[in-house]
């Protein structure tokens, strides 16, 4: 399937290869970027375009598998500027295609995310550009129209709503 090697028959290998092969077509090198190894069926890269952080990630939840373009850009802004703001994020969502600007905790993550069956390199690559492009655009745009801190980290925030 996807003329990828056969390291191994499960859907999640089949389609680390998919993704590491991308990774390599873009000069990263897919095992330095590697996060997490096939721990709870999940692998998860991490790779950087311009100011954005983009986790590229496989998981299986539910019996379902998943390919997923995760980049967390933004922290919230003070508390008088949210009502804004979270307009601002709506407007965006409207022009985004396979995506969404969405509030985790104090964080706000651009995501992308379709289930693994029937994915082709040309799909995820495509899926990946897209993302990690806007998110590098948006970063930098909403932290400076609203005074929000770019993501810098996870969130150590225990009051995160």
Same mark, same amino acid.
């Given at each position: 399937?996807?003329?990828? *090697?056969?390291?191994?028959?499960?859907?999640?290998?089949?389609?680390?290869? !998919? /993704?590491?092969? /991308?990774?390599?077509?873009?000069?990263? @090198?897919?095992?330095?970027?590697?996060?997490? %190894?096939?721990? #709870?069926? &999940?692998?998860?890269?991490?790779? #950087?375009?311009?100011?954005?952080? /983009?986790?590229?990630? $496989?998981?299986?939840?539910?019996?379902? *598998?998943?390919?997923?373009?995760?980049?967390?850009? !933004?922290?919230?802004?003070? %508390?008088?500027?949210?009502?804004?703001?979270? &307009?601002? !994020?709506?407007?965006?969502?409207? #022009?985004?295609?396979?995506?969404?600007?969405?509030?985790?905790?104090?964080?706000?993550?651009?995501?992308? /995310?379709?289930?693994?069956?029937? $994915?082709?390199?040309?799909?995820?690559?495509?899926?990946? @550009?897209?993302?990690? %492009?806007?998110?590098?655009?948006? @970063?930098n745009s909403l932290s400076e129209?609203?005074?929000?801190?770019?993501?810098?980290?996870? *969130?150590?925030?225990? *009051?995160?709503?």
């Amino acid at each position: 399937m996807f003329g990828l *090697s056969n390291r191994s028959s499960t859907v999640l290998e089949n389609y680390r290869d !998919l /993704i590491e092969d /991308i990774l390599s077509d873009l000069g990263i @090198d897919p095992q330095e970027n590697l996060e997490e %190894a096939q721990e #709870k069926q &999940r692998y998860s890269w991490c790779i #950087k375009r311009g100011s954005a952080n /983009i986790f590229v990630e $496989l998981f299986t939840e539910n019996q379902e *598998s998943y390919f997923m373009v995760d980049c967390p850009i !933004l922290r919230l802004p003070a %508390a008088e500027r949210l009502e804004a703001f979270y &307009r601002r !994020l709506l407007e965006l969502n409207d #022009k985004l295609v396979e995506a969404a600007l969405v509030c985790r905790g104090q964080e706000i993550h651009l995501v992308g /995310i379709r289930p693994l069956r029937g $994915l082709d390199a040309e799909e995820a690559s495509g899926m990946l @550009d897209r993302i990690s %492009a806007w998110a590098d655009s948006l @970063d930098n745009s909403l932290s400076e129209e609203f005074g929000a801190p770019l993501w810098e980290g996870p *969130s150590t925030d225990s *009051s995160a709503t």
